[in-house]
């Protein structure tokens, strides 16, 4: 586990708060929140794919179409995206396209796993945002999975574990 700033904690803690109003709309119980470097927030967004219809509804990207039309990729380069869960290969691939240069998550793809386990046919991409990130021309700082604990509860709550 990463060790954590105040600020990196409570962006992070407010993902996981999202994260749990995406359960209680009925989607998987993911949050993402994008900080500017000056510490305004920029987006905030959950997952709601449930609602939508649509697949690639993650919280991340969701966040990232509301930020990328009103903030440049100057401002973005300097932002953090604080995700209650490690991002998935989409949503890495999002976070590199809109030029965010930092990520701070909760919990990690292997332990998500142990929940989507429990649905049928919930498999996904085995791969890490690290790895992605490792693909971009530019360094991506990844910062997670922290606040474990936390990030789990509303999986633990949504899988009824």
Not at 143 to 158: I, K, N, S, T
Request: net charge negative; hydrophobic share 45%.
């Amino acid at each position: 586990m990463d060790t954590l700033n105040d600020n990196d904690a409570r962006y992070l803690r407010r993902a996981i708060e999202l994260s749990t109003l995406a359960s209680r709309a009925g989607s998987r119980p993911f949050g993402a929140v994008v900080v500017a470097a000056d510490g305004r927030v920029l987006a905030e967004a959950h997952n709601d794919n449930a609602a939508t219809g649509d697949c690639t509804a993650h919280a991340e990207v969701n966040a990232l179409r509301i930020a990328s039309p009103k903030h440049g990729r100057d401002v973005l380069a300097g932002a953090t995206m604080y995700a209650s869960g490690e991002p998935c290969v989409m949503c890495a691939g999002a976070i590199f396209w809109s030029n965010i240069r930092r990520v701070v998550f909760g919990i990690d793809a292997v332990s998500l796993r142990t929940f989507r386990a429990t649905q049928a046919g919930a498999g996904d991409v085995q791969m890490s945002c690290r790895d992605v990130f490792a693909a971009a021309p530019h360094a991506i700082e990844t910062l997670g999975p922290a606040l474990l604990d936390e990030a789990a509860a509303p999986h633990r709550a949504f899988w009824n574990l």
